[in-house]
């Protein structure tokens, strides 16, 4: 992911292989819940406003199940979580990605 990002920053064109899946199971506390590109928009209805997400799906449709066990390629986290939300012990979801 830190590869990404370095293209990203430094205006390179990412190109992924067709297989490419850029989600992963996350810890609580590090997921799209709190990151800035993310938006609730009905009940279990998501989307991302992330251009590079966009870019890659094609829409800003997020299919994921639960917004706080998933993690993008794309994540920013929003600023009122910044230093707070990221535990990197897990917590309760300590076997579930870190």
Do not use: A
């Amino acid at each position: 992911m830190l590869n990404n990002w370095r293209q990203i920053l430094s205006n390179k064109e990412i190109d992924y292989p067709k297989d490419h899946k850029p989600f992963t199971k996350s810890s609580k506390g590090f997921s799209c819940k709190v990151c800035e590109y993310f938006h609730e928009i009905g009940e279990n209805e998501y989307e991302c406003s992330s251009e590079y997400y966009q870019k890659w799906k094609g829409s800003n449709k997020l299919e994921i199940d639960d917004p706080e066990k998933w993690c993008s390629d794309w994540f920013e986290e929003k600023e009122e979580y910044l230093g707070h939300s990221l535990d990197p012990s897990g917590g309760e979801d300590s076997d579930d990605g870190w």
